[in-house]
């Protein structure tokens, strides 16, 4: 009788081969899958948010607040008339730079954690009017009522709104030339305050963001009522600040809850602030235009608080906090072709490549020459035709807002033809802007440069420059270089001054530029941060397609 053979060993090794290999396509098609799942999850989230960001930016954009002295200050020009200056208003530029003050305040798009025990949360707001005459320290066991030197007047919003200062007479008359100041900015600048004469209420927003706005973050955190209702409940001339006054609260409970709320700003991380600032707007109920969404409408994979600092944000399929730009002035759209749907920073092709455009400025007043540029020392021959040729007005309005500058103006290498203004001559530069939404993609890396991120493998940190006498103010101005999504290190976006590498003050008057340009050599708006980063970033600009991230 003959008996059946077995398999041989190496039957079974083939067999098992085949197995693994049909188990490796197996695998394969399932991590395809999930991460395509992840992908669309992510991208229909973005989707949602950019529908409902999209509706309030509109409805906000149809608003017209009214100019106060300090936008009709920013939007004069100054011309020549000899040895002098003559001043002339500009009533249209002064309203546009109020809707663009009031853009702002409600619609922020970062805060950061600072040593403010009244106003811990700073939107990025700089102090209003550098060159005032005004304290820069603000204590909060300083008397501040009824002075000009209120530790919290430059501070307040619409911009300037707190400023006391003294005036020639007729500036802003209907005059139409001017006297000129002592000084380009101080002692002439406003008439409001806090107490005293000026009788002026506390204004509508604080440290760079609207009360409304800082109320759908600060309720997050623990504060009651009377602490987050926009009014000011204690009589003192500030708005929902953290006192127990301003709490209706005695001090023991204070006491107390302050701590829970300290504990919790103490875990906060930077990375998350983008995310937490997006909820608050869309479903906190922050701003003239309450919430967009209700907390029910995402499920715990879209909004978690990552940092465990009371605050929620909305993170991608892969639990990470998604990134919010308002005016991501730098940031570009590559569509393919030399096509950007947003420019940002690219270089232009040639002369007869369109330029794009503001939309929130399209007469374009704000790249005006006449504006923007300092006639007076041109018409002296004291300016080269390089970005310090600009006005002390277009620099200012430019480190409370957006940059008005060609990042490429003083790179020597620049070919002819390639900046925004087709002469070459005024490196003024005006961005077509659509905020933006962005998550890291799979890789966790971000394609846009953060404050505080180290961007190369070699273990070397990247430092800030030597640091001023006010760290927040410091920590402000940076988070406003990172506000424009460039793809470079906002360490190494401070520019030079007169005298060569810049060391900002806290004034911000080592050089007139300031903010947002190059350094002389070129080399650094692309330093230290690798293509590959952004290259499967998800974002609002391009949700037709994954892998959309900033070139």
């Not at 409970?253 to 107390?256: G, L, N, T």
């Not at 906190?284 to 701003?287: I, L, M």
């Not at 273990?459 to 990247?462: P, V, W």
């Given at each position: 009788?003959r008996r059946?053979?077995?398999?041989t060993?190496?039957?079974?090794?083939?067999?098992?081969?085949?197995?693994?290999i049909?188990?490796?396509?197996?695998l394969?098609?399932?991590?395809?899958?999930?991460?395509?799942?992840?992908e669309?999850?992510?991208q229909?989230?973005i989707?949602?948010?950019?529908a409902?960001?999209a509706?309030r930016?509109?409805?906000l954009?149809?608003?017209?607040?009214?100019?106060?002295v300090a936008h009709?200050?920013?939007?004069?020009t100054?011309?020549?008339s000899g040895?002098?200056?003559?001043?002339?208003?500009?009533p249209?530029r002064?309203?546009?730079?109020a809707?663009?003050?009031?853009?702002r305040r409600?619609?922020?798009?970062?805060f950061?954690?600072?040593?403010d025990?009244?106003?811990?949360?700073n939107?990025a707001?700089?102090?209003f009017?550098p060159?005032?005459a005004?304290?820069v320290?603000?204590s909060?066991s300083?008397?501040?009522?009824?002075?000009?030197?209120?530790p919290?007047?430059?501070y307040?919003?619409?911009?300037?709104?707190?400023?006391q200062?003294?005036?020639?007479?007729g500036?802003?008359?209907?005059?139409?030339?001017l006297?000129?100041p002592?000084?380009?900015i101080q002692?002439?600048v406003?008439?409001?305050?806090?107490?005293?004469?000026?009788?002026?209420?506390?204004g509508?927003?604080?440290?760079?963001?609207?009360?409304s706005?800082?109320?759908?973050?600060?309720r997050?955190?623990?504060?009651?009522?009377?602490g987050?209702?926009?009014s000011?409940?204690?009589?003192?001339?500030?708005?929902?600040?953290k006192?127990?006054?301003?709490f209706?609260?005695d001090?023991g409970?204070?006491?107390?809850l302050?701590?829970?709320?300290?504990?919790?700003l103490?875990?906060?991380?930077?990375?998350?602030?983008r995310a937490?600032?997006l909820y608050?707007?869309?479903v906190?109920?922050?701003?003239p235009?309450?919430s967009a969404?209700?907390?029910d409408?995402?499920?715990?994979?879209?909004?978690?608080?990552?940092?465990?600092?009371g605050?929620?944000?909305?993170?991608?399929?892969?639990g990470?906090?998604?990134?919010?730009?308002?005016w991501?002035?730098?940031?570009?759209?590559d569509?393919?072709?030399?096509?950007?749907f947003?420019?940002?920073?690219?270089?232009?092709?040639?002369?007869v490549e369109?330029?794009?455009?503001?939309?929130?400025?399209p007469?374009q007043?704000?790249v005006a020459?006449?504006?923007?540029?300092?006639?007076?020392e041109?018409?002296?021959?004291?300016?080269?035709?390089?970005?310090?040729?600009?006005?002390?007005?277009?620099?200012?309005?430019q480190?409370?807002?957006?940059?008005?500058v060609d990042?490429?103006?003083?790179?020597p290498?620049a070919?002819?033809?390639?900046?925004w203004?087709?002469t070459d001559y005024?490196?003024?530069?005006?961005?077509?802007?659509k905020?933006?939404?962005?998550?890291?993609g799979?890789?966790?890396r971000l394609?846009?440069g953060?404050f505080?991120?180290?961007?190369d493998?070699s273990?070397?940190?990247?430092q800030?420059p030597?640091i001023i006498?006010?760290?927040?103010?410091?920590?402000?101005?940076?988070?406003?270089?990172e506000?424009?999504?460039a793809?470079s290190n906002?360490?190494?976006r401070?520019?030079?001054?007169?005298?060569?590498?810049?060391?900002?003050?806290?004034?911000?008057q080592?050089?007139r530029l300031g903010?947002?340009?190059l350094q002389?050599?070129?080399?650094i708006?692309?330093?230290?941060?690798r293509?590959e980063?952004?290259?499967?970033?998800?974002?609002n600009?391009?949700?037709?397609?994954t892998?959309?991230?900033?070139r």
């Open positions: 009788m059946d053979r077995g398999f060993l190496i039957e079974l090794g083939v067999v098992i081969v085949i197995i693994g049909l188990m490796s396509f197996l394969a098609a399932s991590w395809e899958g999930l991460r395509r799942a992840e669309r999850g992510t229909s989230l989707l949602k948010l950019d409902a960001m509706d930016v509109e409805a954009s149809l608003q017209r607040p009214p100019a106060n009709r200050y920013l939007a004069m100054e011309l020549p040895t002098a200056r003559v001043y002339r208003q500009s249209n002064a309203r546009l730079i809707k663009i003050d009031y853009l409600e619609l922020p798009d970062v950061f954690v600072q040593a025990d009244r106003y811990p949360l939107f707001g700089l102090a009017f060159e005032t005004l304290p320290a603000r909060t300083a008397s501040f009522l009824g002075t000009a030197a209120s919290y007047a430059r307040l919003l619409p911009l300037g709104h707190g400023v200062s003294s005036r020639p007479a500036l802003f008359d209907d005059e139409p030339t006297p000129r002592q000084t380009p002692n002439h406003l008439r409001y305050g806090l107490g005293g004469t000026s009788n002026a209420p506390a509508e927003g604080i440290f760079g963001g609207s009360y706005v800082m109320a759908a973050l600060t997050q955190l623990g504060y009651p009522e009377a987050s209702n926009g000011d409940d204690d009589g003192n001339g500030l708005v929902d600040e006192t127990a006054s301003e209706q609260m001090s409970d204070f006491a107390a302050n701590a829970r709320i300290n504990a919790r103490q875990n906060h991380s930077h990375v998350t602030a937490e600032m608050a707007i869309l906190g109920g922050a701003g235009l309450g969404f209700s907390p409408d995402f499920t715990d994979r879209e909004v978690r608080d990552t940092d465990n600092d605050l929620m944000e909305f993170v991608d399929a892969w990470r906090p998604l990134q919010f730009y308002r991501p002035t730098y940031y570009t759209t569509l393919g072709s030399n096509r950007s947003q420019k940002g920073a690219g270089e232009y092709q040639n002369r369109p330029r794009q455009q503001n939309t929130i400025d007469n007043s704000l020459p006449g504006w923007w540029a300092d006639m007076v041109q018409a002296g021959g004291g300016l080269p035709p390089s970005s310090e040729q600009m006005s002390s007005r277009a620099n200012l309005f480190q409370h807002f957006f940059s008005l990042p490429q103006a003083d790179v290498q070919v002819p033809g390639r900046l203004d087709r005024y490196k003024r530069r005006a961005y077509f802007t905020f933006l939404i962005t998550s890291a799979p890789d966790g394609g846009t953060s505080g991120v180290l961007y493998d273990g070397t940190s990247l800030p030597a006498s006010d760290p927040d103010a410091f920590t402000a101005r940076m988070i406003l270089l506000n424009q999504a793809r906002p360490f190494a401070i520019v030079k001054g007169a005298a060569g590498p810049l060391t900002i003050d806290e004034a911000g080592a050089g903010l947002y340009q002389p050599s070129g080399e708006y692309s330093i230290l941060m293509d980063w952004g290259a499967d970033d998800i974002t600009h391009n949700l037709t397609t892998g959309t991230g900033a």
